[in-house]
């Protein structure tokens, strides 16, 4: 069972800083980013990711449905919504459910990283 890193990748570049120093600070066996075409032509992160294409206009099933057939099934799941929309941020977190996984949430702070 491997250390997962979720994270929602959205339009706004503001929050793009702390999802890469997430992905280049902690250790992480894989990285998946929730984001669409264009996040995944200008976010260049410095570790190889994997990506769950979503399209931001579907409708909310359709979102969650994407992300539900990309989650693992048995990793320690990590997740960050510190980037992204209340809209993708609910489709995460009821893909999560559907599965049935456990996640913890994760945050950078001046204190370092917390876990919760």
Same mark, same amino acid.
């Given at each position: 069972?491997?250390?997962?890193?979720?994270?929602v990748l959205g339009i706004g570049k503001g929050t793009w800083g702390h999802v890469a120093r997430l992905i280049s @600070? +902690?250790?992480f066996d894989k990285v998946l980013l929730i984001s669409n075409e264009w996040g995944k032509e200008n976010f260049k992160p410095l570790k190889e990711?994997?990506?769950?294409?979503?399209?931001?206009r579907a409708g909310f099933e359709v979102i969650? @449905? +994407?992300i539900k057939s990309k989650l693992p099934e048995k990793d320690d799941l990590v997740l960050s919504l510190i980037s992204g929309s209340g809209r993708e941020?609910?489709?995460?977190?009821?893909?999560i459910k559907d599965k049935k996984l456990e996640f913890r949430?994760?945050?950078?702070?001046?204190e370092g990283t917390k876990y919760y």
């Open positions: 069972m491997g250390k997962t890193l979720l994270a @600070e +902690e250790k990711c994997d990506w769950i294409m979503i399209n931001n969650k @449905e +994407e941020h609910m489709a995460v977190l009821a893909a949430i994760v945050i950078l702070t001046g």
